[in-house]
């Protein structure tokens, strides 16, 4: 599956360079727009429908796929626990790289934070010798990550966010109207499990796709958003003493 993604963003990294748009793409495989956005955010596209859409771009799916690995070969997908580390004990050097894996520019750090230029291209020379971006000419920044890029599991990055900042993000009564706090409970077999966690991560292959489409926009369109998925077999421990 995650080799599938890796395919289907190249594909969309190449329509876009070809300057090719969803709406085309529908045109193209007879669908509307909207069946489209689906087929990429499930990355369930059939080998017609692919090859279809390769030969709108004059390119065949060999091609493709060597892209992909090209694209693969040039770009990080994780990091080391010592680098995480790194990160999580400076944080403004955390705070820069939240913000450029958004997609921030340097003017936009300095414009929203207490940071002078000084600074912001020492942070960035650390993020360029990890290999997240290349620092250019100009202080332009080429973010280097994979699609699939992420933090280690229960890493320094997972642990800071859960030991530090885990109190202030439910700090909320999640009643404002880009708030949302569901929890559920129930009772779920092992297959039942399994199916609701692709579910889950199928909306957080959703989430990543609006993330990238609005990456063009300015700051003042969009605002920062975190989301909190969580699950596990658990039992109150309030409840301890109650149990048989």
Partial sequence: MAQTKQLIDSLKRSLKAHGFSYSDVAQELSLSEASVKRLFSESSFSLQRLDNICQMMDMEISGLVAQMNNDSRLTVSKLSFEQEEEI????????????????????QLMDHFHLTEHQCIQYLAILDGLKLIDLLAGNRIKLKVSPNFKWLDNGPIQQFFQQKLAADFFDSQFTQQQEQLIVINGMLSDAAMMIFHRKVEQLAREFDELNNEDATLSLEQKSGTTVVFAMRSWQFGLFEGLRK
Avoid: K
Wanted: glycine letters at 4%.
């Fill in 88 to 107: 999580a004990g400076d944080i403004a050097l955390l705070l820069i790289t939240v913000c450029v894996l958004n997609r921030w520019t340097m003017s």
